[in-house]
């Protein structure tokens, strides 16, 4: 074996030793995996088995798959963001309904959902009366789902009017919320955010009683929940803290069923966890396709279970 001249003027390249190819003027015995190109301590980057030279470790990151979520969704750079805002619409619909109102604030009426409008002559009774006769007797009609406000479908899981309920559900959106966007992406987590407070509201107007009004954010969450324990099942991810958070959320339901949507809660953790499923679930061949026309057939049954109940109320 030849050994490397001694000296200060000692020229490794010229007795043979290896230099790093990117700095040649540095002795190394250390060789990438991939191309086996010689590589100094400063160049090597580790890799599964060894090092990899950083010419290598660019050229693998090309067709990897990092700016990925888990289940094909564009990684966030801020899976907070999105959070952010949908507290931040909350928020200002709360301010706005409290600064006119509150209870009795005409933003509470048009956002509110109601399965069937009610006529309110402002002396705290509600009564079952037509638009026309409603106003014409001096008093406010407000309208419902049945006499064609569907906007209310979406704008109830934005609407709230007391502010512990509108700090409660803030508080479990900032909790669950971001998790889920880094699990799915930003896209994705809008999509099962809205489908979820869809499909609370059309158990509301199925399920709850024609008159009544229903606020509030609290189906969405659910349907974050639901789609936590989905993805993390799916991705074999710690999910006994969702349970947990689940079994807590149903209690509260079921002993507050008198003033809680249960029927809102149901329906969203519901489509929460189908919307969940069929991006977790889908074929990876295919994933993003799959994905999108699986949660637009969701969002179809949806209309059109609201629109079947909306002939039968009117």
Known sequence: MTQPPEGPTADPTAAGVPTC????????????????KSICPDCMRDAAVGFQCPD?????????????????????????????????INAAVWLAITATGGRSSWLTHLLALRPVGVCDPGNGSLYDIGESVCEASGATFQPGFSDGAWWQLLTAAFTHVEIWHVAMNMFAL???????????????????????????????VWFSYEFSSTVGASGAIFGLLGALLVVARKGRLHSQWLVQNLVIGVVITVVGW???????????????????????????????????????????????????????LS
């Open 174 to 204: 900032f909790i669950f919320g971001p998790v889920l966007e880094g699990i799915v992406g930003r896209a994705r987590f809008l999509a099962i955010y809205l489908v979820s407070a869809l499909a609370g509201s059309v158990m509301v």
């Open 258 to 312: 008198r003033f809680i949507s249960w029927q809102g809660h149901l329906g969203g953790l519901v489509g929460g966890a189908l919307a969940a499923a069929i991006i977790a679930y889908a074929p990876k061949s295919s994933r993003s396709l799959v994905q999108w026309i699986g949660l637009a057939l969701v969002l179809t049954a949806l209309l059109a279970l609201a629109l079947v109940r909306d002939l039968a």
């Open 21 to 36: 190819y990117r700095h040649p003027d540095r002795e190394t015995w250390i060789r990438c995996q991939r191309c086996d």
């Open 56 to 88: 290598c470790v660019k050229e693998a990151n090309k067709g990897s798959r990092q700016n990925r979520a888990m289940y094909g969704g564009e990684r966030s750079a801020d899976p907070r963001l999105t959070t952010f805002v949908l507290i931040g």
